[in-house]
């Protein structure tokens, strides 16, 4: 499956973006998926991420209340709200996907077999 992320962009302190995580090769229904994010100079993070069905979302404490993960199996797509933006939440995010074996996302980079390219998401001060 290929994944392609999209809606980053500059936004000011206390901003929202809504970020896509589209599929094309096949569904994306059988898969568990995660957003990670990227700063310069930083390790990537998990962030967030949701069950194959939907049911069950995971977040990471810093943005607890701030994101929202949901998906639509109908278009094929992954959605992450990020709202209240502050400048540490700069950097590059990405969507990911876990093979279709496993009805549950991890917050563990490796345990994903499909990466997008990433979006950027630069909020100012």
């Known amino acids: 499956v290929q994944l392609q992320a999209s809606g980053g962009g500059l936004v000011q302190a206390g901003g929202s973006l809504r970020l896509s995580c589209a599929a094309s090769?096949?569904?994306?229904?059988?898969?568990?998926m995660g957003w990670f994010r990227q700063a310069p100079g930083k390790e990537r993070e998990f962030v967030a991420a949701?069950?194959?069905?939907?049911?069950?979302?995971y977040y990471t404490d810093s943005v607890k209340g701030r994101f929202t993960i949901s998906r639509d199996n109908a278009k094929n797509t992954v959605y992450l709200q990020v709202s209240s933006l502050k400048p540490e939440d700069t950097a590059v995010y990405y969507c990911a996907a876990r093979g279709t074996s496993f009805t549950q996302p991890t917050m563990t980079a490796s345990d994903y077999d499909y990466w997008g390219q990433g979006t950027l998401v630069t909020v100012s001060s």
């Open positions: 090769g096949r569904t994306l229904k059988f898969n568990a």
């Open positions: 949701i069950s194959r069905s939907g049911d069950n979302t």
